[in-house]
């Protein structure tokens, strides 16, 4: 199985298409860094006006902390596209070249097959994940420094102690993790009904961005299948930015990411084993 995973591995990083979506990632978070770089200030000046007409703001606002917050913030509906990506292609790219067959020559189920690819995604994924932490968080703090982090919500103002964040991101990044592996999941699960790449890139997208809309709209005849969409709960990450943290939910969110997985993973390979490579 390690040597399946680590021939997955070298067609995933042999593709230039990999490596567009490590300079996605860099493009836009250094243009994010940029634009605070030059107008931070002035742009929490007017994001806080409200409290500093009654409070007195002081130390520093715009720091490492408070950018790489904005910058997961933007990125999170683009990250599951560069997921897709990779994912999307894994069974169907080989059905569109014609090596599905000549893979399933060699002394391998078609589970374990599927698992491969799955799990040469999910390192892909981690692998995107920590690019993202290091060219986010890593670059904010050395361009910008530390400092209390301000995170603005609706109805409230949460500041976090400088010395009380570190642990938010690690655990925040950790459950980004789980939340790209779900959508991994669902694109391999699309790539088994498809001939090539661009229907499950295109699909997952599609439904990720669907559910969130719908998650974000607020309306009440939606309210009642909130819970069991997985774009719900993909942004559990936020909670960790709380006070207190809101223990419970994020477990009830990572326990439904979890089951989402497990799912598209099993429905892929009952789908697989049965699915015709002769025509």
Not at 12 to 37: Q, V
Not at 40 to 48: D, I, P, Q, R, S
Not at 238 to 259: D, N, Q, T
Request: with cysteine; aromatic share 12%; hydrophobic share 55%.
């Amino acid at each position: 199985m390690m040597q399946l995973i680590r021939q997955e591995l070298y067609k995933i990083f042999r593709r230039p298409r990999t490596y567009i979506s490590f300079g996605i990632i860099a493009a836009i978070t250094l243009i994010i860094e940029l634009a605070l770089y030059a107008d931070g200030k002035a742009f929490m000046n007017f994001a806080l006006q409200n409290i500093t007409e009654q409070f007195d703001v002081q130390g520093k606002i715009v720091n490492g902390y408070l950018v790489t917050y904005i910058i997961l913030q933007s990125l999170i509906i683009n990250i599951p596209l560069l997921v897709a990506l990779v994912a999307g292609d894994s069974l169907a790219g080989e059905a569109g070249i014609g090596t599905l067959r000549l893979l399933l020559t060699k002394p391998i189920s078609r589970s374990q097959l599927v698992w491969a690819k799955f799990l040469a995604s999910v390192v892909y994924t981690l692998m995107l994940l920590v690019w993202l932490a290091i060219i986010s968080l890593g670059l904010s703090l050395l361009i910008f420094g530390d400092g209390d982090l301000i995170n603005m919500k609706s109805g409230e103002v949460v500041i976090l102690l400088r010395d009380d964040v570190m642990w938010r991101y690690l655990c925040a990044f950790g459950f980004a993790a789980l939340a790209m592996t779900s959508v991994a999941a669902l694109s391999v699960f699309l790539s088994v009904f498809a001939d090539n790449s661009i229907g499950p890139i295109v699909s997952t997208m599609g439904i990720i961005l669907f559910f969130t809309i719908i998650t974000n709209l607020g309306l009440p005849s939606f309210e009642a299948v909130k819970p069991y969409m997985m774009t719900t709960h993909m942004i559990a990450w936020k909670g960790f930015f709380s006070e207190p943290v809101p223990y419970a939910a994020i477990l009830r969110s990572s326990l439904v990411l979890v089951i989402y997985t497990a799912l598209f993973i099993a429905t892929t390979i009952i789908v697989f084993n049965k699915k015709d490579i002769k025509s």
